[in-house]
């Protein structure tokens, strides 16, 4: 009679830590989406125009990546928990201030702090999510993180365009400072991962030549720039489907991120990058096409499946390429590569948009886009 092994159980990835840290995410993406396409619009109606629409997200997305420089170290200076309460609330506490920005300076200024914020938030809880779970379930543990992102990004992103129209500027301001600051409660009880000692760790510079990092990163950062123009200037295209086109991208972005994660313990995650830029690149080039609403929709769609599978591959692939002790270096140029490409797509954007129109300045970003065919090539 011979006895069969059973299977080994996979090991768990939910845990209280890693569900307080799950909560910070989300109210700080909460915060971050839900002003993202509603801070350009009030931008535009206080007489900044497209350009300066394009500043404000431009500045807040700039503000981020400087500040992901420092990410790492404040957490090895300071603790996770100090660094991400600090984050919150400089994330949130500035955009009560909105009501009263009567100009596009102050409307920068905001974004600048805010930003800080966000790139503490974003760098800090990234690098706990692989620290928390086990090597083996690392790629499902950041697509579970993903689809905690994008939720925010699948409601909060199109509810804060249709609430301007309902509540006004000043009610989804608010909404979105308290959206950050709420998540603070999630901070006491988050672990403390001891931390390799500031000799051992990755540098940053360091790791930008490291092209098992490096080119993971570029490549995304180029999708990235698709979705800061995206979320800048599709309200501004097409008014009447705008709503409904960041709803269905931020859903395919969700599904399809988690999808990525699973894919990426079973087969790797180096391999996935290339399709998910051809194919952010596809709907990125459909959108352009703004007289024709149903192929808008379709593009967004593609851009959104594509998007969330290269945010996954990326962020897999770079996590795969350092100790443990990198995480923290890895999670700062993946977050880069993500608020530097979607700052200079808003930016770029607005200032192209404003002289050719939004149909040229979409099908440039789409070249852009494919452009990242070449380092998401390099496998190694």
Request: charged letters at 10%; one cysteine or more; hydrophobic letters at 60%.
């Amino acid at each position: 009679m011979s006895v069969i092994a059973a299977a080994p159980a996979r090991p768990s990835i939910l845990s209280p830590a890693l569900i307080r840290v799950f909560v910070g995410s989300f109210g700080s993406l909460t915060s971050f989406f839900v002003l993202a396409s509603v801070v350009p619009r009030y931008a535009a109606s206080v007489g900044a125009g497209a350009a300066g629409a394009g500043l404000s997200t431009a500045a807040l997305m700039f503000a981020t990546v400087g500040a992901e420089f420092a990410a790492p170290w404040l957490a090895t200076r300071f603790g996770y928990r100090s660094g991400l309460a600090a984050g919150l609330i400089l994330l949130g506490a500035p955009a009560l201030a909105l009501p009263y920005a009567s100009g596009l300076p102050a409307i920068l200024a905001v974004a600048v702090v805010r930003g800080v914020g966000f790139a503490i938030v974003m760098v800090l809880g990234d690098a706990l999510i692989p620290l928390l779970v086990p090597d083996e379930r690392r790629g499902e543990a950041l697509g579970l993180g993903g689809v905690v992102a994008s939720v925010p990004a699948v409601v909060a992103l199109p509810l804060g365009v249709w609430l301007v129209d309902q509540i006004g500027y000043t009610g989804v301001f608010v909404l979105g400072g308290v959206a950050a600051l709420a998540a603070l409660v999630a901070v006491p009880g988050l672990p403390e991962p001891r931390e390799a000692s500031p000799s051992e760790k990755t540098r940053l510079a360091a790791g930008l030549r490291n092209r098992a990092i490096s080119r993971p990163a570029l490549a995304f950062g180029a999708t990235a720039v698709a979705g800061g123009v995206v979320t800048a200037f599709l309200p501004l295209a097409v008014v009447g489907v705008a709503p409904v086109a960041l709803l269905v991208q931020a859903a395919a972005a969700t599904v399809t991120r988690w999808w990525a994660g699973r894919q990426a313990d079973r087969r790797g995650a180096a391999r996935l990058l290339l399709p998910a830029v051809v194919t952010a690149a596809a709907g990125m080039l459909a959108m352009a096409l703004i007289a024709l609403p149903a192929v808008v929709l379709l593009g967004a769609v593609v851009f959104g499946a594509g998007f969330g599978v290269a945010q996954n591959a990326s962020m897999a692939t770079m996590f795969d390429a350092v100790p443990r002790s990198g995480y923290g270096t890895a999670s700062a140029l993946w977050n880069m590569a993500y608020d530097g490409g979607y700052g200079l797509g808003a930016a770029g954007c607005g200032i192209v948009a404003a002289q050719t129109g939004y149909p040229i300045a979409f099908a440039l970003t789409a070249l852009v886009v494919g452009i990242a065919v070449v380092p998401a090539r390099d496998r190694r």
